[in-house]
């Protein structure tokens, strides 16, 4: 029996589906590389809390009976899925009492069209109670910490997805984003993450059909795997009917394609919230690095004034929809911070949701118009760096309150609110060593464009290959 080299870990996902199409390796033994590199750091970290490898090695050899060329785009590629999405037999928890216990019988169509597409689901990614807050801690599994420094949080809600690509747990990984939930992680963890456009990847619709403030998308270590991994997951389905169909050039060629924006926005602030001084002056030092590449970088930003009355308003009535029977049934269970937002949703009148709407409509055509001037919007993807994971959320920035447990993703959830696809890429790091992500925005379905600029400045700013780590003490 030949045993699979540990070093490979460290390899791309995209080297990695070479070396499957190519029999260098198996999807068995990737498997036994991430078990073992599990065993040797996740206990120090808490990313991969359910672990399923009985199931996903059974899927690995009848993946392995078939053709190389009818295993699918990632080719037995191992995928860790966030545990707000059900994957069939295994333990799914949402990070709640609740569901302590919860083994769904089917999965999410997502998960349906990544084993279709070659890939073979390993384990639950840890996340915050039902994804809320922007911390990855719940009463079921504890803590998710942040690898560069195992005292700081790792961001929400996909943070455990983040923390394994961080230690190479993972190559690829699957998160969900409604305020910044695949964006703020991969900012803290010095990872990629990509909030797709609305329909760009279909899922399994639950509480209302067009409920579209949360996109499920990819998180990798680079952005051809995050190209990979988006072509994996996209495609419509007919059970999303928002869902979109496939273009007809690839994701990963796109990112590849070496098209250079011509006009790009950044803006320190999005004109709507405090940001920490240290990650302004790291976001726009990388954002200037476009000029490089020959195009002219201004500052200036689409009026998003409205951002967070409106998305407090359509958050609240979100939570209201999809929540308010467990909070008849099942409040003693449910977190302090749960609980305040299914009731600001019950109190909402319509003339509050007929506001929200309307604001949302637009700012959405104010930045329509912005992006006829500019290719790209550049911001910070978070306000601040990994702070102490024992605080539950960020209280002030820069010398302002927050008024409640969100507002400080204002940055992030003002990008999902005008339906534009954003990326977070690792930019540079703090004084301190910690990682700093860039916000990276295209108008609406315009994620080819987002993924060529994305790879160009990666290229610029050298910073490919900084993970995986080895998770690091505290400072």
Wanted: neutral net charge.
């Amino acid at each position: 029996m030949r045993v699979a080299d540990q070093g490979l870990v460290r390899e791309t996902a995209c080297t990695i589906v070479d070396k499957l199409n190519s029999g260098e390796v198996t999807p068995l033994d990737l498997l036994d590389v991430l078990e073992k590199r599990i065993a040797e750091v996740d206990g120090k970290v808490n990313a991969l809390p359910t672990l399923c490898f009985d199931r996903a090695r059974t899927h690995a050899k009848a993946l392995m009976k078939k053709p190389a060329a009818e295993r699918g785009l990632l080719a037995g590629l191992p995928i860790p899925i966030k545990d707000l999405t059900n994957v069939a037999g295994v333990r799914t928890t949402q990070g709640s009492p609740i569901y302590t216990n919860n083994i769904p019988a089917r999965s999410d169509i997502l998960v349906e069209r990544l084993e279709t597409n070659g890939g073979v689901i390993y384990a639950k990614s840890n996340t915050p109670e039902f994804g809320a807050g922007a911390n990855t801690f719940n009463e079921v599994f504890g803590a998710t910490r942040n690898p560069w420094d195992i005292s700081r949080s790792a961001a929400g809600s996909s943070g455990g997805a983040a923390v394994a690509l961080a230690t190479g747990t993972a190559w690829l990984a699957q998160g969900s984003d409604m305020g910044g939930s695949l964006r703020n992680p991969a900012s803290f963890c010095g990872v990629v993450g990509l909030r797709p456009s609305i329909g760009r990847v279909a899922r399994s619709p639950a509480f209302k059909i067009d409920r579209n403030l949360t996109v499920q998308g990819p998180m990798a270590r680079n952005v051809e795997d995050l190209a990979l991994l988006l072509d994996a997951m996209s495609g419509e389905h007919p059970a999303d009917p928002l869902s979109l169909p496939l273009l007809p050039t690839s994701f990963l060629s796109s990112a590849r394609s070496g098209n250079k924006p011509k006009r790009i926005a950044y803006s320190p602030d999005l004109g709507i919230t405090p940001v920490d001084p240290e990650v302004v002056a790291i976001t726009r030092k990388a954002a200037q690095r476009f000029a490089e590449a020959g195009a002219i970088v201004e500052e200036a930003h689409p009026d998003l004034r409205e951002a967070h009355e409106c998305f407090h308003v359509l958050r609240a009535f979100d939570f209201a929809i999809s929540k308010a029977a467990l909070l008849r049934d099942k409040r003693d269970q449910l977190k302090p911070e749960v609980i305040w937002n299914i009731e600001e949703g019950l109190k909402l009148t319509v003339e509050q949701l007929e506001r929200a709407e309307a604001q949302r409509v637009a700012m959405t055509a104010r930045t329509l118009e912005f992006f006829n001037s500019y290719d790209l919007l550049l911001a910070p993807a978070t306000i601040v760096p990994p702070f102490p994971v024992e605080n539950r959320y960020v209280a002030e920035c820069a010398g302002k309150k927050f008024d409640n447990y969100v507002e400080w993703l204002g940055i992030v959830y003002a990008i999902t609110l005008v339906c534009c696809p954003a990326l977070s890429l690792p930019c540079g790091f703090t004084a301190s060593g910690l990682p700093v992500g860039l916000q990276i925005v295209a108008p609406p379905r315009g994620e080819a464009q987002l993924l060529a600029g994305g790879k160009l400045l990666e290229d610029i700013l050298g910073v490919r290959g900084t993970v995986p780590i080895d998770p690091r003490p505290a400072k």
